[in-house]
C-alpha cells in the first residue's frame, strides 16, 4: 500500500509541475488557479460479500482440496453519508478533486451468514444465521488529477489518475442461528443480545479515469466518467468472539466506478450538484485462521462489493 501511495503521490506532483509548465507563458508565472468547496449528503446502498473455501492449509501440515465456497457472509452497506469535496483548477485544463465520505448511520438490514458443510453435497445448506448491525464505521477518501485533451465552447473531455481508500467497520450480534438441513449436531442458538463477531475491511485502489462534460445552457451542465483500477489491495480482520477465532485475509484484484452528475449554477460563486455513483469492487486471496490466538489454517477467500449512490451537494467557487 505505502509503494501504491507513493506512485500516485509522484505522479501528482509530475502532473502538476506540467501542469503549471504549460500555463507559465513567456513571464514564467502559473496560469490561474482557483478552488472550490461544497458539502453534501449521499445515500449507499449495497452489500460486501466475504466467502471461503477450499483449499485448506493446517499450518505446518497438510493441503485439503474440496468445494468453494464452504462459508458466506453478506455485510449490507445501506447508510447516509456526510461528504465534502474540494476542487482545484489549474489553468483551463488541469483540475486536481478530494473528496472525504463519513457515515451517518448504520445499516438497517441484517448480516447474513450461510455455511455449506457437507463435503458429499456442497449445495446442500447446513448452516444459517442472521445478526443485526449494532455499531458500524464507513470512510471513503478519494483524490484525482484530471487532464482536459478535448475541449471547445460545450464540451471537455479529460483522462486522469485517481486513488480511493476504503474502510468499513462492522460489530454484529446474533439474533438466530440454525441447521435448514436439519443436521443433528448442529445446535439450535440464539445470541444473548451482546456482540458476537467483528468485522473490518479496507480498500486501497489506484484508478486510471476518464470523462467528459456537456454545457446544456449557461445554467445547467451533464458530466460523466468511468474508472478503473487494474489493482486493488484489500485487507479484512474478523473476530468470532463465540469461538475465539481470529480471522485475517489479504486479497488483490480490480474494480470499476462509474458516476454521473448534473450541476445547476445559481450564480458565478454559488451551485448545486447531483449524481449517482456505482462501484464494482472484485478481490481473492488467503485468509489466515486463529484460535485463542494460535494460528491454524489458511483457507482460500474472495470477496464482492458492489455499491450504488446517490447524492446531492452545495458549493461555492472561490
Same mark, same amino acid.
Given at each position: 500500500?505505502?509503494? #501504491?501511495?507513493?506512485?500516485?503521490?509522484?505522479?501528482?506532483?509530475?502532473? /502538476?509541475? *506540467? #501542469?503549471?509548465?504549460?500555463?507559465?507563458?513567456?513571464?514564467?508565472?502559473?496560469?490561474?488557479?482557483?478552488?472550490? =468547496? !461544497?458539502?453534501?449528503?449521499?445515500?449507499?446502498?449495497? &452489500?460486501?460479500?466475504?466467502?471461503?473455501?477450499? +483449499?485448506?492449509?493446517?499450518?505446518?501440515?497438510? /493441503?485439503?482440496?474440496?468445494?468453494? +465456497?464452504?462459508?458466506?457472509?453478506?455485510? +449490507?452497506?445501506? #447508510?447516509?453519508?456526510?461528504?465534502?469535496?474540494?476542487?482545484?483548477?489549474?489553468?483551463? %485544463?488541469?483540475?486536481?478533486?478530494?473528496?472525504?465520505?463519513? &457515515?451517518? /448511520?448504520?445499516?438497517?438490514?441484517?448480516?447474513?451468514?450461510?455455511?455449506?458443510?457437507?463435503?458429499?453435497?456442497?449445495?446442500?445448506?447446513?448452516?444459517?444465521?442472521?445478526?443485526? &448491525?449494532?455499531?458500524?464505521?464507513?470512510?471513503?477518501l478519494d483524490c484525482d488529477f484530471e487532464w482536459v485533451f478535448l475541449k471547445n465552447k460545450s464540451n471537455r473531455v479529460y483522462a486522469g489518475i485517481g486513488y480511493q481508500y476504503q474502510k468499513f467497520s462492522y460489530d454484529s450480534n446474533l439474533i438466530h442461528q440454525y441447521s435448514p438441513s436439519g443436521l443433528p449436531d448442529f445446535k439450535d442458538f440464539y445470541g444473548d443480545g451482546s456482540? @458476537?463477531?467483528?468485522?473490518?475491511?479496507? $480498500?486501497?485502489?489506484?484508478?486510471? =479515469?476518464?470523462?467528459?462534460?456537456?454545457?446544456? *445552457?449557461?445554467?445547467?451542465?451533464?458530466?460523466? @466518467?468511468?474508472?478503473?483500477?487494474?489493482?486493488?489491495?484489500?485487507?479484512?480482520?474478523?473476530?468470532?468472539?463465540?469461538?475465539?477465532?481470529?480471522?485475517?485475509?489479504?486479497? &488483490?484484484?480490480?474494480?470499476?466506478?462509474?458516476?454521473?452528475?448534473?450541476? $445547476?449554477?445559481?450564480?458565478?460563486?454559488?451551485? =448545486?450538484?447531483?449524481?449517482?455513483? $456505482?462501484?464494482?469492487?472484485?478481490?481473492?486471496?488467503?485468509? /489466515?485462521?486463529?484460535? !485463542?490466538?494460535?494460528?491454524? %489454517?489458511?483457507?482460500?477467500?474472495?470477496?464482492?462489493?458492489?455499491?450504488? !449512490?446517490? $447524492?446531492?451537494?452545495?458549493?461555492?467557487?472561490?
Open positions: 500500500m505505502k509503494r #501504491t501511495i507513493k506512485v500516485i503521490a509522484l505522479g501528482f506532483a509530475l502532473a /502538476t509541475i *506540467s #501542469t503549471n509548465t504549460l500555463h507559465a507563458g513567456d513571464t514564467g508565472k502559473v496560469g490561474p488557479i482557483d478552488f472550490d =468547496i !461544497s458539502v453534501g449528503s449521499e445515500c449507499m446502498s449495497g &452489500n460486501t460479500t466475504f466467502r471461503i473455501g477450499y +483449499p485448506v492449509t493446517e499450518i505446518g501440515g497438510l /493441503t485439503y482440496q474440496g468445494f468453494f +465456497p464452504f462459508s458466506e457472509l453478506k455485510w +449490507p452497506l445501506d #447508510t447516509w453519508l456526510a461528504r465534502v469535496d474540494l476542487g482545484v483548477n489549474i489553468g483551463k %485544463s488541469a483540475r486536481i478533486n478530494g473528496t472525504v465520505k463519513k &457515515n451517518t /448511520t448504520k445499516p438497517g438490514r441484517n448480516m447474513v451468514d450461510k455455511a455449506w458443510i457437507t463435503d458429499s453435497d456442497p449445495t446442500q445448506l447446513d448452516a444459517y444465521s442472521e445478526s443485526f &448491525n449494532s455499531d458500524f464505521s464507513a470512510l471513503i456482540v @458476537s463477531m467483528t468485522y473490518d475491511i479496507s $480498500y486501497s485502489m489506484p484508478y486510471l =479515469i476518464l470523462g467528459g462534460k456537456h454545457n446544456i *445552457s449557461k445554467h445547467i451542465a451533464v458530466a460523466g @466518467s468511468i474508472a478503473y483500477s487494474p489493482y486493488v489491495s484489500a485487507q479484512d480482520k474478523g473476530m468470532l468472539l463465540l469461538e475465539d477465532r481470529k480471522l485475517n485475509g489479504d486479497m &488483490n484484484g480490480s474494480a470499476y466506478m462509474i458516476n454521473v452528475s448534473s450541476t $445547476y449554477t445559481i450564480s458565478s460563486s454559488l451551485f =448545486i450538484e447531483c449524481g449517482v455513483h $456505482y462501484t464494482k469492487i472484485i478481490v481473492d486471496g488467503t485468509q /489466515t485462521q486463529s484460535i !485463542s490466538g494460535v494460528p491454524t %489454517s489458511l483457507v482460500a477467500l474472495d470477496s464482492k462489493s458492489s455499491q450504488t !449512490s446517490g $447524492y446531492l451537494k452545495i458549493g461555492y467557487n472561490f
